[in-house]
T-cell receptor, first 112, second 111 residues
Framework: QKEVEQDPGPLSVPEGAIVSLNCTYS??????FMWYRQYSRKGPELLMY????GNKEDGRFTAQVDKSSKYISLFIRDSQPSDSATYLC????????????FGKGTHLIIQP | KAGVTQTPRYLIKTRGQQVTLSCSPI?????VSWYQQTPGQGLQFLFE???????NKGNFPGRFSGRQFSNSRSEMNVSTLELGDSALYLC??????????FGAGSRLTVL
């Protein structure tokens, strides 16, 4: 079992829909949780950063962490074609020197 | 403010050769980390450098090495290239815990 599991998709939804992206993990030491977005031929860019359990909202994006279930989610409201990209979850136990553990990414397609 | 700059963006090598990739972090960022991205394994941590010292290393063979210079610029080297080393190599710099800013990557193809 990999440390972080993420459905690779592709996930195709119509414009304006609410998108739900998820990751599960096995390492209970993880405390820091991130979502990155990666466009084709680009590096990942940080979307959301959460410490421990709870919710965090930033514009159309909401990140949720449930440490008891080892489950994290990213919700995108009012999805736009420009949201079409690969979304990667990432997590770490410490402050970053030990590296991030990434999911393989979900390829999201927003249909106009 | 300039982002993380990686060179070269694309390169093709043959098996057995070696390659050196370069990364210039965001000005003021002293921590640089390297990741390998492949379709099969996703993004995997290679190593992190801070103030010219390697602080951590991922589960990669000794053919993968790196260094950091006094101006925080970093290089990684892969010796005796294998077909499986074909990947996108990403460099990231950070200030503060876990907030990585990635470059666009260097895409290596090994023939």
């Amino acid at each position: 079992q990999k440390e972080v599991e993420q459905d690779p998709g592709p996930l195709s939804v119509p414009e304006g829909a609410i998108v739900s992206l998820n990751c599960t993990y096995s390492n209970s030491a993880f405390q820091y949780f991130m979502w990155y977005r990666q466009y084709s031929r680009k590096g990942p860019e940080l979307l959301m950063y959460t410490y421990s359990s709870g919710n965090k909202e930033d514009g159309r994006f909401t990140a949720q962490v449930d440490k008891s279930s080892k489950y994290i989610s990213l919700f995108i409201r009012d999805s736009q074609p420009s949201d079409s990209a690969t979304y990667l979850c990432a997590m770490s136990a410490g402050g970053g020197a030990d590296g991030l553990t990434f999911g393989k990414g979900t390829h999201l397609i927003i249909q106009p | 403010k300039a982002g993380v700059t990686q060179t070269p963006r694309y390169l093709i090598k043959t098996r057995g050769q070696q390659v050196t990739l370069s990364c210039s972090p965001i000005s003021g960022h002293r921590s640089v980390s390297w990741y390998q991205q492949t379709p099969g394994q996703g993004l995997q941590f290679l190593f992190e450098y801070f103030s010219e010292t390697q602080r951590n290393k991922g589960n990669f063979p000794g053919r993968f090495s790196g260094r950091q210079f006094s101006n925080s610029r970093s290089e990684m080297n892969v010796s005796t290239l294998e077909l499986g080393d074909s990947a996108l190599y990403l460099c990231a710099s950070r200030v503060g815990a876990n907030v990585l800013t990635f470059g666009a990557g260097s895409r290596l193809t090994v023939l």
